[in-house]
Protein backbone atom coordinates (compact mmCIF):
# COMPACT_ATOMS: atom_id res chain seq x y z
CA UNK A 1 0.00 0.00 0.00
CA UNK A 2 2.50 2.26 0.42
CA UNK A 3 3.75 2.09 -3.34
CA UNK A 4 0.44 3.18 -3.96
CA UNK A 5 0.17 5.81 -1.02
CA UNK A 6 3.83 6.84 -0.23
CA UNK A 7 4.66 7.02 3.94
CA UNK A 8 4.71 10.59 4.96
CA UNK A 9 7.84 10.04 7.21
CA UNK A 10 9.87 7.08 5.39
CA UNK A 11 12.96 8.26 6.84
CA UNK A 12 11.72 7.74 10.13
CA UNK A 13 8.71 5.97 10.48
CA UNK A 14 9.98 3.34 12.05
CA UNK A 15 11.95 5.75 14.75
CA UNK A 16 8.41 7.60 15.87
CA UNK A 17 7.80 4.81 18.44
CA UNK A 18 11.56 5.34 20.07
CA UNK A 19 10.83 9.00 20.81
CA UNK A 20 10.45 9.95 24.36
CA UNK A 21 10.73 13.96 24.28
CA UNK A 22 8.97 16.22 21.64
CA UNK A 23 10.48 19.52 20.83
CA UNK A 24 8.12 21.08 18.93
CA UNK A 25 8.41 24.65 17.24
CA UNK A 26 5.05 26.25 17.18
CA UNK A 27 4.14 29.72 14.71
CA UNK A 28 3.90 32.10 17.24
CA UNK A 29 0.56 33.22 15.44
CA UNK A 30 -1.42 30.19 15.22
CA UNK A 31 0.02 28.16 17.55
CA UNK A 32 0.27 25.80 14.60
CA UNK A 33 3.35 23.41 14.59
CA UNK A 34 6.06 24.47 12.10
CA UNK A 35 9.38 21.95 13.01
CA UNK A 36 9.06 19.06 15.57
CA UNK A 37 12.40 16.90 17.10
CA UNK A 38 12.39 13.87 18.07
CA UNK A 39 14.16 12.56 21.19
CA UNK A 40 15.00 9.08 22.73
CA UNK A 41 14.95 8.34 26.03
CA UNK A 42 18.99 8.59 26.31
CA UNK A 43 17.78 12.21 25.10
CA UNK A 44 19.63 11.79 21.88
CA UNK A 45 18.03 13.43 18.51
CA UNK A 46 16.92 10.80 16.52
CA UNK A 47 14.57 12.49 14.25
CA UNK A 48 13.45 15.95 12.81
CA UNK A 49 10.75 16.66 10.49
CA UNK A 50 9.69 18.02 8.53
CA UNK A 51 13.26 17.36 6.86
CA UNK A 52 13.62 16.00 2.91
CA UNK A 53 10.59 13.68 2.06
CA UNK A 54 9.25 13.65 5.68
CA UNK A 55 6.51 16.19 6.18
CA UNK A 56 6.21 15.08 10.11
CA UNK A 57 4.22 14.07 13.27
CA UNK A 58 3.25 16.82 14.70
CA UNK A 59 3.05 19.28 11.58
CA UNK A 60 0.99 16.87 9.87
CA UNK A 61 -1.57 16.83 12.78
CA UNK A 62 -4.20 19.23 13.53
CA UNK A 63 -3.37 20.42 17.33
CA UNK A 64 -2.46 23.53 17.98
CA UNK A 65 -0.48 25.41 20.97
CA UNK A 66 -4.03 25.72 23.39
CA UNK A 67 -4.41 21.55 22.72
CA UNK A 68 -0.73 20.74 23.41
CA UNK A 69 -0.83 23.05 26.78
CA UNK A 70 -4.59 21.41 27.82
CA UNK A 71 -2.75 17.53 26.08
CA UNK A 72 0.88 17.16 27.46
CA UNK A 73 3.27 18.23 30.40
CA UNK A 74 4.56 21.17 28.23
CA UNK A 75 7.38 23.45 28.85
CA UNK A 76 8.45 26.44 26.95
CA UNK A 77 12.40 26.79 25.09
CA UNK A 78 13.53 29.71 23.55
CA UNK A 79 13.80 29.77 19.98
CA UNK A 80 17.88 29.72 19.68
CA UNK A 81 18.06 26.57 21.90
CA UNK A 82 15.30 25.24 19.85
CA UNK A 83 17.84 26.00 16.54
CA UNK A 84 20.87 24.69 18.55
CA UNK A 85 18.38 21.20 18.86
CA UNK A 86 17.85 21.58 15.23
CA UNK A 87 21.31 22.02 13.83
CA UNK A 88 22.63 19.14 15.70
CA UNK A 89 20.62 16.60 13.97
CA UNK A 90 22.61 17.87 10.82
CA UNK A 91 26.17 17.62 12.45
CA UNK A 92 25.42 14.00 13.12
CA UNK A 93 26.11 10.91 9.99
CA UNK A 94 26.91 6.86 10.60
CA UNK A 95 30.42 6.36 10.91
CA UNK A 96 32.06 2.89 11.26
CA UNK A 97 36.14 2.02 11.49
CA UNK A 98 38.65 -0.51 12.40
CA UNK A 99 41.14 0.48 15.06
CA UNK A 100 43.99 -0.90 16.39
CA UNK A 101 45.35 1.66 17.70
CA UNK A 102 43.66 3.58 20.51
CA UNK A 103 44.25 4.60 23.77
CA UNK A 104 41.15 3.17 26.54
CA UNK A 105 40.03 5.96 28.85
CA UNK A 106 37.78 6.08 32.37
CA UNK A 107 35.59 8.21 33.82
CA UNK A 108 34.07 7.53 37.71
CA UNK A 109 30.33 8.31 36.36
CA UNK A 110 27.62 5.77 37.16
CA UNK A 111 29.88 3.31 38.05
CA UNK A 112 32.66 4.18 35.92
CA UNK A 113 32.58 4.18 31.99
CA UNK A 114 35.23 2.73 29.66
CA UNK A 115 35.71 4.95 26.67
CA UNK A 116 38.29 5.27 23.83
CA UNK A 117 40.42 7.76 22.50
CA UNK A 118 42.32 7.58 18.97
CA UNK A 119 43.18 9.48 16.13
CA UNK A 120 41.23 8.59 12.66
CA UNK A 121 41.46 10.00 8.77
CA UNK A 122 38.07 12.37 8.77
CA UNK A 123 37.13 13.76 5.42
CA UNK A 124 40.96 13.66 4.54
CA UNK A 125 42.56 14.66 7.92
CA UNK A 126 43.82 13.32 10.77
CA UNK A 127 41.50 14.13 13.43
CA UNK A 128 41.50 12.94 17.93
CA UNK A 129 37.98 10.85 17.94
CA UNK A 130 36.44 10.06 21.69
CA UNK A 131 34.42 7.00 21.36
CA UNK A 132 31.14 6.62 23.92
CA UNK A 133 30.03 3.26 23.74
CA UNK A 134 26.27 2.93 24.19
CA UNK A 135 26.68 -0.54 25.90
CA UNK A 136 28.68 -1.25 29.19
CA UNK A 137 28.98 -4.98 27.78
CA UNK A 138 31.20 -3.40 25.01
CA UNK A 139 32.96 -1.43 27.41
CA UNK A 140 34.47 -4.17 28.95
CA UNK A 141 34.73 -6.26 26.20
CA UNK A 142 37.62 -3.51 24.59
CA UNK A 143 39.81 -4.52 27.52
CA UNK A 144 40.76 -8.09 25.87
CA UNK A 145 40.82 -6.84 21.91
CA UNK A 146 44.19 -5.45 19.85
CA UNK A 147 41.86 -4.38 16.95
CA UNK A 148 38.31 -3.22 17.51
CA UNK A 149 35.44 -2.10 14.61
CA UNK A 150 33.10 0.36 15.93
CA UNK A 151 29.86 1.85 14.82
CA UNK A 152 27.91 5.02 15.78
CA UNK A 153 26.78 8.08 15.35
CA UNK A 154 29.75 10.82 14.50
CA UNK A 155 29.38 14.76 15.42
CA UNK A 156 31.38 17.19 14.68
CA UNK A 157 32.04 20.20 15.96
CA UNK A 158 35.02 22.14 14.20
CA UNK A 159 38.58 21.40 12.99
CA UNK A 160 39.94 23.12 16.80
CA UNK A 161 37.40 20.20 18.63
CA UNK A 162 37.77 16.19 18.50
CA UNK A 163 35.27 14.22 16.84
CA UNK A 164 32.89 12.14 19.11
CA UNK A 165 31.07 8.69 18.39
CA UNK A 166 27.67 8.74 20.11
CA UNK A 167 25.98 5.24 20.34
CA UNK A 168 28.90 3.43 19.71
CA UNK A 169 28.07 -0.48 18.98
CA UNK A 170 31.43 -2.66 19.44
CA UNK A 171 30.89 -4.67 15.88
CA UNK A 172 32.05 -8.39 15.87
CA UNK A 173 32.89 -10.75 12.79
Not at 56 to 79: A, H, P, Q, R, Y
Not at 88 to 117: C, N, R, V, W
Request: aromatic fraction near 12%.
Amino acid sequence: MSTIIPKANPDFEEKIDFVETWIVELDNETGIPKREIGMDKDGRIILKMPYKKNYGFWTDSNLVFTDFKNEFDTSEITKDTFENYWNLFEKTEDFEIELTDYKIQSTGADGGHKYLKSKVDFKEQKREIIILFTNKKDEQRILDLNKIRVRGKIVDDGIEQPLTLYETKLITE
